[in-house]
């Protein structure tokens, strides 16, 4: 049975993107975008270095930067007061 996304959050996941620079294979002067989101594990990133390796392993461009981010989605609530309350009729 596939583990659905709540169900990742509460052993620890978190959404994690990462923007991959890469040297384009015929011209590698010129650097190429590509961003890869997914639910890993902060801060070792499991399942990103697995991607990384394996681009690595099997792609032609090669790695010039990767930028990640990641955010925990279930944490403390955020709250915000507000100043005014207005009625419209």
Do not use: C
């Given at each position: 049975?596939?583990k ?38 902060h ?47």
């Amino acid at each position: 049975m596939a583990k659905t996304d709540f169900a990742a959050m509460l052993e620890g996941y978190s959404l994690t993107t990462a923007e991959i620079l890469y040297r384009l294979p015929d011209h590698p002067s010129l650097l190429q975008s590509f961003i890869w989101q997914e639910y890993d594990l902060h801060p070792r990133f499991p399942r990103l270095k697995g991607f990384l390796d394996f681009w690595e392993a099997h792609l032609d461009g090669a790695l010039f930067k990767v930028t990640v981010n990641h955010r925990s989605l279930i944490g403390p609530a955020e709250l915000k007061l507000a100043d005014a309350s207005f009625a419209l009729n």
